[in-house]
């Protein structure tokens, strides 16, 4: 069975610019959730989205937003990019909250 | 208190030798995971166990729900064996540890 995909796998951006993340998570999973990991630094949480809904928020500011579609897929979106958000940003999913799977990650450069 | 501890943060090793790294928690969870991350690499999901021991390669997890502990062991280990090791919580959300970062040398 396919795992989650994400995509891109890695991305330059510059300061100022905003960025998409995409994740397409395993069939019949309906909840996504992003993850912040930036060099040195554990996972942090930014947000999780069950059925279109975001159900939690981590503390990021609201540059970071997300969205996901009826299908499940989700996107993420980071506007204004600062250099501090050069980070991994990893994807999980699972079928309500429970018995994740994970993305292999996008790692985003800010230039 | 933090809920999950890693412990070594740090672990250098020879060719061959063999490997634990240790996981301690401190909540209730349905599975833990071990993951992998190679320097500027993305993660990859290396178990996830819920009771006993699994086994993939020269990899062995094993879990002790009663103990709150969990060990990952690599036997015969390998300079690409080099990466971080992390171990995440189910709960009703994941919980990261902050990860055991190994370098096994030649």
């Known amino acids: 069975k396919a795992g989650v995909t994400q995509t891109p796998r890695y991305l330059i951006k510059t300061r100022g610019q905003q960025v998409t993340l995409s994740c397409s998570p395993i069939s019949g999973h309906r909840s996504v959730s992003w993850y912040q990991q930036t060099p040195g630094q554990g996972l942090q949480f930014l947000f999780e989205y069950f059925s279109e809904t975001q159900r939690n928020k981590g503390n990021f500011p609201g540059r970071f937003s997300g969205r996901q579609f009826s299908n499940s897929r989700s996107e993420m979106n980071v506007s204004t990019l600062e250099l501090g958000d050069s980070a991994l940003y990893l994807c999980v999913s699972s079928p309500t909250g429970d018995g994740y799977t994970f993305g292999s990650g996008t790692r985003l450069t800010v230039v | 208190k933090n809920e999950v501890e890693q412990s070594p943060q740090n672990l250098t090793a020879q060719e061959g030798e063999f490997i634990t790294i240790n996981c301690s928690y401190s909540v209730g969870i349905s599975a833990l995971h071990w993951l992998q991350q190679h320097p500027g690499g993305g993660i990859v999901s290396l178990f996830m166990l819920s009771s006993g021991k699994k086994k993939h390669g020269r990899l062995i997890a094993t879990i002790n729900i009663q103990e709150k502990h969990s060990s990952l062991h690599i036997t015969a280990s390998h300079p690409r064996d080099s990466a971080v090791y992390i171990c995440?919580?189910?709960?009703?959300?994941?919980?990261f540890g902050t990860g055991t970062r190994l370098q096994v040398f030649p």
């Open positions: 995440a919580l189910n709960t009703d959300k994941l919980i």
